[in-house]
Each structure stands twice: as C-alpha cells, then as structure tokens.
C-alpha cells in the first residue's frame, strides 16, 4: 500500500547578518533559508516543489528573496535530501521497468 506525505521544511544555510527591518523598524540578525515543501509517496520516494532561499528576520521572520542560482553556487550545494530530490524519478524508473517487465511477459516468446 502507498502512504502519502508532504511536508515543508526551513533549513538555516548560512551566519545571522545584521541588517534593518522595515517591520521591527531596528537592526535584527537576519537568517539565511532555504525553504522547500516536498511531497513523498511511501516515505521513500519524494520530489520536492516550492523551493526558495531566503532572508529572514528572526524576530517577525519578514525577509527578502536570494536569487537561487547565485545562493546555489555560494552554498556549493543544494541542502536537500537526495531521496527528496532524486526520489520520484527512481520512482518513474522503476514503474516504467516494471510496465517494461509485465509487456515483456505477456508478448511471451
Ligand atoms: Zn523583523
């Protein structure tokens, strides 16, 4: 049986920066995030929707947008699970080898 999940996530990447925030109108530490939402079908295989880096304040957590590109080559690399990120086309692999399997099968020799 398929279990189904989704779920969405907030990873810090990077050091506080102190910056102005125009909604607690003072200097606060600002944070780093990737935020991503991800869906999975039977806690194995997922894929991941909805990703974005941004800075946030830690008091009102109001924050700008990073350009993605440009975070993705600061950070090195993507802080996303492989399995969330890989998941649903191992998942598409594996359903199109076994429709290849069961065609197989039944065209006999
Ligand atoms: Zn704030």
Same mark, same amino acid.
Request: without cysteine; glycine residues 16%; charged residues 15%.
């Given at each position: 049986m398929f279990m189904v999940g989704q779920g969405e996530r907030v990873l810090a990447i990077g050091p506080h920066e102190d910056h102005h925030c125009p909604r607690c109108d003072e200097v606060r530490p600002f944070e780093p995030q990737l935020r991503y939402k991800f869906g999975e079908f039977d806690l194995l295989f997922g894929f991941v929707y909805d990703k974005r880096y941004q800075l946030a304040c830690t008091q009102c957590n109001h924050g700008w947008l990073l350009d993605t590109r440009l975070t993705e080559r600061e950070l090195?690399?993507? @802080?996303? @699970?492989l399995r969330l990120r890989f998941g649903f086309v191992v998942l598409l692999v594996l359903v199109a080898g076994l429709g290849a399997a069961a065609y197989a099968i039944k065209a006999g020799p």
């Open positions: 090195g690399r993507i @802080p996303i @699970p």
